[in-house]
């Protein structure tokens, strides 16, 4: 036998009373050619998911100030004027293409350091400083913005097409704490969003119990919307800690976990950045509730606080090596991947667009 007729070197359609001839090893290539359904990569087309993402932390920027941040294929100011209201808009002022970082604040309006031109929050050209009237393209692109959990959002779209979600306890009996989890992962923020409906990667990376016949009812109960889903799972953690999480996504850049670990209820948020294609800087937000207003209420806040951070950033690093090298292409799915393969879908499905682009880059 010699290597060209090797039995792994036929094509399975070439199996039977048909005998390989020829090119054997050709055919045997062509039987093991790589089997995969992409999802576009951000950026791909020149295009975004439009989705609301975390972009600062609030306290980055206090009235007054203004600060740069690379953002999908760009560059955006994120500036607060007197009146605290939080703005983003495009870096580069239409004059000549200084970056408005560099600028300042005056009242509510950036004003750019190379020749004092100001923009308003709308990203409109209200002074030349030597009296010329604004040529009417000197524009900024400015995004929708909101702030949110200590986190400045900005969304890609001319208007948002999903709200921030709340958490399932009301608000005002919770404590939060937001930070930049640093270093970023090298992967677009959708990819990482994939591993809330992987079932097996939660048993296997993170040793979270979930027994073949609760898979099934798993795939049953996620409840899927317009723009992203939740699914509750109780079982025990590592260590044998019980949880009793919802899990969901909403777009392709906002993870959130709510419910009991243990003993204790609190709310997780990954909000995750996309400062260029293939990079993630993910926002860690906490959520516990307040308790007793004494001493001791405020201590028992504070160690759960520090056990939930502990714990969901022990869980994002168990996910880093994995997250930092894989080219996510769908291949080769099984039953377990049932809703994994519909988050695909909805990937492939989700709308995308880059209205800024002309005055990002
Ligand atoms: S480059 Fe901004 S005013 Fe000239
Ligand atoms: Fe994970």
């Known amino acids: 036998m010699t290597a060209n007729n090797t039995p792994e070197a036929f094509h399975p359609a070439q199996s039977g009373n048909q005998q390989p001839s020829g090119e054997v090893r050709n055919v045997g290539k062509r039987g093991m050619e790589r089997r995969v359904n992409p999802i576009k990569s951000e950026g791909e087309d020149g295009l975004f998911t ?4 975390a972009i600062c932390l609030s306290s980055e920027v206090r009235p007054g100030e203004v600060i740069g941040r690379d953002f999908l294929d760009g ?52 002074s030349t400083m030597f ?9 900024l692109f400015a995004y929708p913005v909101t702030e949110r959990y200590g986190v400045v959002w900005v969304f890609n779209g001319e208007e948002p097409l999903w ?26 923020p959708w990819v990482f969003c994939c591993n809330t409906l992987d079932f097996q990667h939660l048993i296997v990376i993170h040793g979270i119990n979930v027994p073949q016949d609760a898979i099934d009812t798993l795939h049953d109960d996620v409840d899927w919307l317009d723009h992203g889903f939740d699914y509750r799972v109780a079982t025990t953690h590592q260590g044998g800690v ?22 204790f209820w609190f709310g997780y948020i990954a909000g995750f950045s996309l400062p260029r294609p293939g990079l993630t800087d993910c926002y860690n937000i906490f959520a516990v509730e307040k308790g007793e207003d004494t001493p001791e209420g405020r201590a028992l806040a504070q160690k759960r606080l520090k056990m939930a951070d502990d714990l969901e950033v022990r869980t994002i690093e168990e996910d880093r090596d994995v997250l930092d090298s894989i080219r996510l292409k769908p291949g080769n799915l099984i039953k377990v991947d049932t809703s994994m393969a519909k988050f695909y879908d909805y990937l492939r499905r989700y709308p995308r667009a880059h209205p800024g682009a002309d005055f990002i880059k």
Not at 50 to 53: D, F, I, K, N, V
Not at 90 to 115: E, K, M, R, T
């Open 242 to 263: 019980s949880l009793d999480w919802q899990l969901g996504i909403r777009g392709t850049s906002f993870y959130r976990q709510q419910g009991m670990y243990e003993d």
């Open 50 to 53: 439009q989705s609301w993402y």
């Open 75 to 126: 560059r955006v100011v994120i500036f607060r004027g007197e009146d605290g209201k939080i703005n983003v808009t495009s870096a580069y002022c239409p004059h000549v293409g200084a970056d408005l970082a560099v600028g300042q604040v005056v009242g509510n309006d950036i004003q750019c350091a190379f020749h004092g031109w100001r923009y308003n929050a709308s990203g409109e050209c209200v």
């Open 163 to 188: 709200d921030i979600p709340k958490f399932e306890k009301n608000e005002d009996d919770l404590i939060f704490y937001a930070y930049k989890h640093q270093p970023a992962y090298k992967c677009d």
């Open 131 to 139: 009296g010329s009237k604004p040529p009417q393209r000197a524009c």
